[in-house]
């Protein structure tokens, strides 16, 4: 096999797929941009509440994990490396537009099911909603991270410790305290 082939609907694994592109292989960043668009889309999507920016961000993540395959360690999850790359360009873009307001929407594994209710055309299930989401914009943005993470990515408290670069401890502990204050702001406007 040539450093360009790649056969189609190949099972090779992310990480063979990531050193085959970091060796100049253009089919294999093809199959992964294929394979990480969803997740990482849904991930910027999830942290910049704009479907524009997030593309934008979508694809500034591509760029940067293309011109950073030769930083990748194989050894590390190739999932975990590229959603490390989509939080931190949403982050610098957070810092830029300076408006912490609009960052994220979370689910919760105990709350609302948020995903049930906004497919509801009930108008008390989608206030719920919309004061659900209120509330979540006004956590703090180290809580949001990791409940977009956990919630709507469906990443394991390890794999998020990778992501944040912190300790999967400190994972479920934000995660606790992430949960605690939505149900706190929530109780405050009777939603429970």
């Known amino acids: 096999m040539t450093g360009q082939e790649l056969p189609a609907g190949s099972g090779n694994s992310d990480n063979e797929l990531a050193v085959s592109a970091r060796n100049g292989n253009e089919r294999a960043f093809r199959e992964i941009i294929s394979r990480y668009r969803p997740k990482i889309l849904s991930i910027c999507l999830?942290?910049?509440?704009?479907?524009t920016e997030a593309t934008e961000a979508a694809q500034d993540t591509f760029v940067k994990v293309y011109f950073h395959l030769r930083d990748y360690n194989p050894e590390r999850s190739f999932s975990a490396w590229a959603a490390?790359?989509?939080?931190?360009?949403?982050r610098d873009r957070l810092r830029k537009r300076r408006r912490y307001s609009q960052t994220f929407r979370e689910l919760t594994e105990r709350d609302v099911d948020?995903?049930?209710?906004?497919?509801?055309?009930?108008?008390?299930?989608?206030?719920?909603?919309?004061?659900?989401?209120?509330?979540?914009?006004?956590?703090?943005?180290?809580?949001?991270?990791?409940?977009?993470?956990?919630?709507?990515?469906?990443?394991?408290?390890?794999?998020?410790?990778?992501?944040?670069?912190?300790?999967?401890?400190?994972v479920m502990s934000r995660l606790f305290r992430a949960r605690e204050k939505l149900t706190e702001m929530l109780e405050k406007d009777n939603l429970f």
């Open 114 to 170: 948020l995903k049930q209710a906004q497919a509801d055309d009930d108008y008390e299930s989608k206030k719920k909603v919309e004061l659900v989401e209120n509330a979540i914009e006004k956590l703090p943005e180290k809580l949001k991270e990791v409940l977009v993470l956990k919630a709507y990515s469906e990443y394991s408290y390890d794999e998020i410790a990778e992501i944040l670069k912190i300790k999967t401890g400190t």
């Open 46 to 51: 999830k942290m910049l509440k704009n479907s």
């Open 84 to 90: 490390s790359i989509a939080i931190n360009e949403c």
